[in-house]
């Protein structure tokens, strides 16, 4: 099936301008986020890539009946079985689960890890999505873009100019990565965070949840990369959004007319 006029599938975002091994680090509000992403981070490690995960809270509250310290640690142990999964390095903050603050420390410190790590890619939350986490975080990681980039500003390690920020969760993406080799290994990294998708997110059924309520999440994953897949003309992929768009084109004939 060929792809959509204008949409190209990537077998992977295109990352690694520089020398060193490239590095994609995703900046996500809860352990599980990753999840939107997980067929990507497979394809680039299995390039010799390298993939940071960074969790702004460890999730003390997306469950029925435990109580928020022992679910941190659940989810803390789910996060970290998933990272192992995917073959990415991870790192937990310790915000609170809804109330991840859009504040300019929180900011500064996703600054200090992209100098740290020095990613070529970011990828992170749209700024519409429903959860007050995912959007603080969105904004936390655009303003960390800026604060990063600053020579002047002292972080303990040397200005870093990301390359290009990817955001999921977006109604139109225009990157769609092909990820129909690892759709199985992305279900497996999914079925780690039990808590989530065997618990939380089967008998909650409000708020900014209630549209992800549903018997079988696993099922819903194939299901959404079946959908992107189709729209790129692959079997499977995931969907992003550039948040640096490429300038105007200028040409002095229509493009594909007689050149």
Not at 71 to 77: A, G, Y
Not at 142 to 149: G, H, N, R, V
Request: net charge positive; glycine share 8%.
């Amino acid at each position: 099936m060929p792809a959509r006029k204008g949409v190209r599938p990537h077998p992977s975002t295109t990352l690694g301008a520089s020398r060193h091994a490239p590095v994609l680090m995703l900046v996500g509000a809860h352990p599980d986020d990753e999840i939107h992403a997980a067929g990507t981070i497979l394809n680039h490690v299995a390039r010799g890539h390298r993939a940071v995960i960074v969790t702004m809270t460890r999730g003390g509250m997306g469950h029925m009946t435990l109580p928020p310290e022992q679910l941190k640690r659940v989810r803390s142990r789910e996060a970290r079985a998933c990272a192992k999964v995917l073959g990415a390095e991870l790192i937990l903050l310790d915000y609170e689960d809804s109330a991840v603050p859009y504040a300019r420390d929180a900011a500064l410190m996703l600054a200090r890890l992209y100098r740290q790590y020095r990613p070529d890619g970011v990828l992170t939350h749209n700024p519409d999505d429903r959860h007050p986490d995912h959007r603080n975080t969105h904004h936390n990681a655009i303003d960390a873009f800026y604060l990063a980039s600053l020579p002047l500003l002292d972080l303990g390690h040397p200005y870093h100019d990301v390359q290009q920020i990817f955001l999921f969760g977006g109604r139109e993406p225009d990157v769609y990565v092909d990820i129909s080799a690892v759709i199985e290994p992305k279900i497996q990294a999914a079925a780690k965070h039990k808590s989530q998708f065997e618990a939380w997110l089967v008998q909650h059924q409000a708020g900014v949840d209630r549209r992800y309520t549903m018997r079988d999440i696993y099922g819903f994953l194939r299901k959404r990369g079946q959908f992107y897949g189709f729209q790129a003309g692959v079997e499977c992929a995931e969907a992003f959004t550039s948040y640096f768009k490429p300038g105007p084109r200028v040409t002095e004939l229509l493009p594909g007319i007689g050149q």
